[in-house]
């Protein structure tokens, strides 16, 4: 991992056209700019495992099983 | 198109067997899945004994296979705070041309059944290319049990 140190104000380029700006410091937290392409996605990192975790939890569809949820669903 | 011209394509799923699917049901997810970002093409199946839930099924991996639902069918008010650049990206210029669905976590046990609302598919359906969004909007989660819910 790169580890770069920045002050507020201060920013990291990515590549030809990723910014990154540290915006400001409060206590614990840090605000940070994100300049991308819209074809770029940016999410908070545990969101994105929350969703990557529960697909792969997902990923596996049974035949049997998604017949029975059908009935057990048409019954309720 | 004519009905002469409509086409089929044919593959395994390690679950399903062999599956056919038209050529106007194949989607592109050009990112991929969260966890599964180099399977890009899959097939959308509905059976009648399955229904209302359809099949998101890989065409590149054999192992490889979802299960989702519309959740207006059992969330009627299901309203996600989806961003314009994410629609953007779809080609997706007015709602005519979307259609939301989400994954459903299967489960022996039917109540244990969940449906991840936090990370719907938004799918054009004029380009049938589709993405899974990851929502900032904190209502929603990505484990919503189905048959505790109220009816649809």
């Known amino acids: ?76 | 198109m004519s009905e002469a011209e409509v086409q089929t394509v044919t593959f395994h799923n390690a679950k399903f067997g062999e599956v056919t699917v038209d050529s106007r049901d194949l989607l592109e997810f050009p990112y991929g899945l969260p966890g599964f970002e180099r399977f890009k093409q899959y097939g959308l199946i509905e059976v009648e004994e399955e229904a209302p839930f359809l099949r998101l099924l890989s065409l590149d991996e054999p192992r490889l296979g979802f299960v989702i639902l519309n959740p207006v069918l059992i969330w009627p008010d299901y309203n996600p705070d989806i961003g314009r650049e994410d629609l953007e990206g779809l080609g997706i210029e007015k709602v005519e041309q979307l259609a939301i669905y989400c994954i459903i976590t299967l489960s022996d046990i039917p109540q244990n059944v969940t449906a991840n609302l936090r990370g719907p598919i938004c799918i054009n359906t004029d380009t049938m290319k589709a993405k899974q969004m990851i929502l900032v909007d904190e209502r929603y989660q990505t484990k919503h049990s189905i048959m505790g819910s109220q009816a649809g």
Do not use: W
């Open chain 1, 1 to 76: 991992m790169l580890v770069l140190t920045r002050k507020a104000g201060e920013s990291i380029v990515i590549g030809s056209d990723i910014r990154v700006t540290v915006l400001e410091m409060q206590g614990r937290q840090i605000r940070i700019g994100i300049e991308a392409p819209s074809d770029v996605s940016v999410h908070r990192g545990e969101v994105y495992e929350r969703i990557r975790e529960e697909n792969e939890l997902a990923a596996n569809a049974d035949q049997q099983q998604l017949k029975s949820l059908s009935q057990a669903f048409k019954s309720r």
